[in-house]
């Protein structure tokens, strides 16, 4: 039976990974890593818990003498790895504890991987998921290729930039079979509610002000997350070594034409007069270096690897709303104890 190490299954997207694979593979074995921070649930994964390919480990991924003795006991074939400090906001206000989780963290993987894989790596994978935001911000035109010069503006996009090129110098100095993707904006489940959707969704059902920056006119590029895990599948099996592939959906929004479309949903959803939701909408002060738009170019992923969105994004966005109406406990877990501490500290002072 192989054995696969997914770091970060407990957060956004990770559950998403750790789903698919459990399920679509029973012959795999799938060893969930995640330290549970503020952004990792375990209960993300409840309908997983009990089956027979899938176990949970709680380790950080800055302790290396926890990680080699993870890899020294488990013979694992491939790691996924998503485990990450993830909000640009937070890394404005604690850099440091993304250098450690992003690049000390990472590092530490390729470490294990490059000691106890040793005569191994044509047999192993390193598979490191990224973002689109290492390659900076777009003016009004253009896209993201895989060959975009790297141009990391926020500091978390600074510590992922930092992680992609240490993971690209271990397959050149020393062989190890990696795999990178560069993903743009996830949106659905399960995605913790300091970005701006689930923000946004979580403050419109409480009828609290929803926080636009600046005027609203920077644009993110959003696929569904459950697209961005099928992706990984497909490049985790297909890519050639040392590949890169940008994935995206080729679907951009100016943030507050989604806001709008937002409120347009939940009104609907809520059975609310039309246009109370809009009325929430308070612009705040811009995030510090906020990039004013991101695309991605997904050619190559779409020709090589036949891969292409499943959903439309009205779609999406009326699917994921209904999500978080159905799923109120797993809201107000999340909300409860620090996010409530979080919130005041990021907004009240705007
Ligand atoms: P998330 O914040 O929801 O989840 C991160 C997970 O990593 C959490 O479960 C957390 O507990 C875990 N973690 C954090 N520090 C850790 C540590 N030191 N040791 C072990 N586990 C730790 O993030 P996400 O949105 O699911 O993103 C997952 C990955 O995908 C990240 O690498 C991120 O850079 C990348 N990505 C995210 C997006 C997006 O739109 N969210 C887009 C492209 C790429
Ligand atoms: P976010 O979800 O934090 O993702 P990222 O910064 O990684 O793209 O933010 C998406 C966009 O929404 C970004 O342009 C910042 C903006 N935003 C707001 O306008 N208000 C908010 O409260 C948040 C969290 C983000």
């Known amino acids: 039976m192989k054995k696969i190490l997914i770091t970060g299954g407990a957060g956004f997207i990770g559950s998403h990974v750790v789903r698919r694979f459990v399920n679509t593979y029973p012959d795999i074995e799938i060893v969930n890593l995640d330290k549970l921070t503020y952004a990792g649930n375990l209960a993300n994964l409840n309908d997983i818990e009990g089956q027979s390919n899938y176990r949970f480990v709680k380790a950080d991924i800055t302790d290396s003498e926890e990680i080699n003795a993870l890899f020294r006991e488990e013979n694992f074939d491939a790691v996924i790895h998503l485990a990450a400090e993830s909000h640009v906001d937070r890394s404005i206000t604690d850099p440091t504890a993304f250098v450690m989780t992003n690049v000390i963290g990472t590092v530490n993987l390729l470490n294990a991987a490059r000691e106890f894989w040793k005569g191994d790596y044509d047999k192993k994978r390193f598979y490191h998921v990224s973002t689109d935001e290492v390659y900076g911000a777009l003016g009004e035109t253009g896209m993201f290729t895989e060959t975009t010069a790297y141009d990391p503006h926020s500091p978390y996009s600074a510590s992922k930039a930092s992680s992609d090129h240490f993971v690209r110098a271990y397959h050149d100095t020393y062989g190890l079979d990696v795999v990178i993707s560069n993903c743009s904006n996830n949106y659905g489940s399960h995605h913790f ?147 409530k501490k979080y919130y005041e500290d990021q907004y009240t002072e705007r």
């Open 193 to 339: 509610p300091e970005k701006l959707i689930p923000l946004a969704i979580n403050n419109i059902k409480n009828n609290k002000p929803v926080p636009v920056y600046g005027k609203g006119e920077n644009v993110r590029d959003w696929l569904w997350v459950e697209d961005h895990a099928r992706a990984i599948d497909v490049i985790f099996h297909q890519a050639k070594t040392g590949e890169t592939y940008n994935i995206g959906g080729h679907n951009e929004w100016k943030n507050i034409d989604l806001i709008m479309l937002l409120c347009k949903i939940m009104d609907e959803k809520l059975a609310r007069e039309p246009g109370s939701s809009a009325k929430l909408i308070t612009y705040v002060t811009d995030r510090a270096g906020h990039d004013l738009r991101y695309a991605i170019d997904s050619t190559k992923l779409q020709e090589k690897l036949d891969w292409v969105p499943s959903l439309q994004f009205e779609e999406g966005l009326a699917k994921t709303v209904d999500w978080y109406l159905e799923n109120e406990e797993w809201l107000e877990n999340v909300t409860s104890g620090q996010y």
